[in-house]
């Protein structure tokens, strides 16, 4: 499995003495946003041209399935990477990451960046706000309680979440404060989150 519990990479000391600032980048090829190259085949079943370049495609970015049980609980896992980058003021790549996942009828969304982590601020509950936006709209107010390893944050009202998410046409965003660095915005596409409806479902974790 991807991730249950992240380990951040750098400790919060060292994040705070390098001062590290998020710069953002996008991770989209010449395809654009939401998409990638895939590996293309001509008529005659060839994948590469008469050069002997690889044939190349635009597709859609889908989220990747996880499945796991140990036994003792049993974990679907959906994930996707968002498609931009930030980057720290040491020319670290940092990647955000959104997962939403159903363990025992329990549903459950994660916001997390690697190899360094938010550090996202929070109240002495350790819990605070994100901004959430889908597509153009209205900014939004998302509830969260911080990750004990400070690399992300987990959504205290999921649901509510997935079922705002399932709205978007092309893209949706989040922005969450840091304590030690610049807030990370992270822009995800939709993909093809509205085809993992019924399997969520039909593991007791409605996502709509």
Not at 67 to 85: C, L, P, Q, R
Request: proline share 3%.
């Amino acid at each position: 499995m991807k991730r249950i519990a992240l380990l951040a990479s750098l400790s919060l000391l060292s994040q705070f003495f390098f001062n590290t600032s998020v710069a953002l980048g996008s991770t989209s090829d010449e395809c654009g946003f939401g998409m990638t190259t895939a590996v293309d085949v001509d008529s005659s079943g060839n994948f590469q041209d008469s050069t002997g370049a690889i044939l190349n495609k635009c597709v859609p970015i889908k989220w990747t399935l996880l499945n796991n049980n140990d036994g003792f609980s049993k974990t679907i896992t959906v994930y996707m990477e968002a498609d931009n980058h930030g980057s720290s003021d040491l020319g670290t790549e940092l990647t955000s990451t959104i997962e939403i996942q159903c363990t025992n009828k329990k549903l459950g969304v994660l916001i997390y960046s690697e190899p360094i982590g938010i550090y996202p601020q929070s109240d002495l509950t350790s819990q605070g706000f994100a901004l959430a936006k889908i597509d153009s709209g209205k900014v939004l107010n998302i509830k969260y309680v911080e990750m004990k390893d400070f690399s992300g944050i987990a959504i205290l009202a999921p649901k509510a979440l997935t079922s705002i998410i399932l709205k978007t046409k092309k893209q949706f965003s989040f922005k969450i404060n840091s304590s030690v660095q610049a807030a990370t915005v992270a822009n995800f596409p939709i993909g093809d989150l509205s085809s993992y409806v019924s399997k969520f479902k039909s593991l007791g974790c409605p996502i709509k």
